[in-house]
């Protein structure tokens, strides 16, 4: 059976065209969905591969439809297969219940490695290269040593009756940084005194 499933990001735009073409691919039922493929939760699809029995097959009118990344459809096609459920996209002519349509997509899911092993790759290299320039990667310190210093003994200081003379919001509001930044650098000058 023929199980045929349409989404639109928004609800401007219109289903028809989609419900059109898998009514005219000869889809017993259509699920359909109104929202972004970047959320989780589709109803419609959730709808649709519950609904959908060993030797069925999902027909959308593109890819695009069922999933934004490649990764999450290669993901898809996994988990329709280990179901017994193919794949039919009608604009990239795929079909997955047929041994051309599976190689299809393990030479998808081969460049989709192959991609991410180049991205990886350039990535360290870069790393390596501004290492070797004496570059250091993450975030830059918000305070230099004296500033920190200052920040500290801000937080300790007491007053006459033996209380805070700063409070936290204090101290942050006058060095410009935040309070999980504060206590950092407060846990750094403890471990600095107990060592």
Request: some cysteine.
């Amino acid at each position: 059976m023929f199980i045929g499933y349409a989404r639109v990001s928004t609800d401007d735009q219109n289903l028809n065209l989609q419900k059109d073409a898998l009514e005219a691919a000869q889809c017993e039922k259509v699920f359909e969905d109104q929202l972004s493929g970047a959320k989780a939760e589709r109803p419609g699809l959730k709808e649709a591969l519950e609904y959908a029995r060993p030797g069925d097959t999902l027909v959308v009118w593109r890819l695009d439809r069922l999933s934004r990344s490649l990764k999450d459809l290669i993901e898809m096609v996994n988990h329709l297969d280990e179901q017994g459920i193919g794949l039919k996209s009608l604009q990239e002519a795929i079909d997955t219940s047929s041994s051309s349509g599976k190689l299809i997509f393990h030479i998808f899911g081969a460049l989709a490695e192959f991609e991410r092993n180049l991205i990886r790759e350039r990535t360290q290299a870069g790393l390596q290269a501004a290492r070797a320039r004496g570059k250091t990667g993450g975030r830059p310190t918000a305070l230099d040593a004296e500033k920190q210093k200052t920040a500290v003994q801000l937080y300790d200081e007491i007053d006459d009756q033996g209380n805070k003379k700063y409070g936290v919001g204090q101290i942050c509001d006058m060095m410009g940084i935040s309070k999980p930044t504060l206590y950092k650098y407060i846990e750094a000058a403890r471990k600095l005194t107990t060592t």
